[in-house]
């Protein structure tokens, strides 16, 4: 198992991009589910069954362990079945067919549109500037994931036709539509900031930099950190007083695309959710709004 382990760990951060914690949790949560399947008197996880996986989420739930504990550790074995999949070393996941339990959702965060505005209107127009107007207006435009964006390729970006092409870190590979406002902040940034950015790299030209769309002061790859806080920085700039985050970024472009009218699934696709219940939570903010309105216009509400 060590060697699976340390393979699974490879491909979590090599192919599935995770993050540091996400990588950790992952790792720490399959010793987990193997000492279990030692108490049924199953030592390999080679042979695991759904009926294992199903009594192991119901022995989580009844240890008083929370939803969404649950949910991420039936994750983590759905991604170490996968790879052992990729690896030739199962032919089934058993995991397949096997439902998330459903988790009380916390209120969703996301910004209305006056600050959506208002923090896309922020950046000045130095190289740094250019390069935070193209990123947060991408982001916006098409509510990827910060993993995602961070990893972006020049040659991802089609400007001319208006879509950027996803790889999937976290899900199925997907074209994302850009919209005219970020299709213009991206070719500004990368046909005349960019390439100032790019002179101060180190970096061999062959090297794996070298086709990284976002770049920071030193030409290289944007870190995930520098996003955070150019969100942060930015948000605060502009009077926004809450700390905003870049999930709250993708949240706001699932809820305004819902509250202009968008198709679900079509949402679901655009987002990269397995689950479809997991865009379907983007409704509830709709939903609220709509009651919202009724409230405070219908006379006898």
């Known amino acids: 198992m060590a060697q699976d382990l340390r393979g699974f760990e490879k491909y979590l951060v090599d192919e599935k991009r995770l993050s ?140 001319r036709m208006g879509f950027v092409t996803c790889d999937g870190s976290h899900g199925k590979a997907r074209i994302i539509p850009l919209g005219r406002m970020a299709r213009e902040a991206l070719e500004k940034y990368i046909f005349e900031n960019r390439p100032h950015l790019k002179r101060r790299s180190n970096e061999a030209s062959d090297g794996p930099e070298e086709s990284a769309l976002f770049l920071n002061y030193y030409g290289e790859r944007i870190t995930r950190q520098a996003l955070w806080k150019i969100i942060r920085g930015y948000a605060a700039k502009v009077g926004i007083d809450r700390a905003i985050t870049p999930q709250i970024l993708r949240n706001t472009f699932a809820v305004h695309m819902v509250q202009g009218g968008a198709d679900i699934k079509a949402l679901q696709e655009m987002m990269g959710h397995e689950d479809p219940m997991t865009t379907q939570a983007y409704l509830s903010v709709s939903k609220n709004r709509i009651k919202d309105v009724y409230d405070s216009a219908h006379p006898r509400a």
């Open 20 to 159: 540091v914690n996400s990588v950790s949790a992952y790792i720490h949560d399959i010793p987990g589910f193997e000492a279990y399947l030692g108490t049924k008197g199953t030592h390999s996880l080679l042979h695991t069954t759904g009926a294992d996986i199903s009594g192991y989420l119901l022995k989580l739930k009844s240890d008083g362990r929370s939803g969404a504990t649950v949910n991420r550790k039936l994750a983590s074995l759905r991604a170490y079945y996968r790879f052992l999949i990729e690896k030739n070393r199962i032919k089934k996941n058993p995991c397949e067919g096997i439902r998330s339990p459903r988790i009380q959702r916390s209120e969703i965060e996301y910004l209305s549109t006056e600050e959506i505005d208002k923090l896309l209107a922020a950046p000045d127009d130095s190289d740094t500037g250019r390069r935070d107007a193209a990123l947060l207006e991408m982001m916006y435009a098409t509510g990827m994931r910060v993993t995602e964006a961070m990893y972006l390729k020049v040659e991802d970006v089609n400007i």
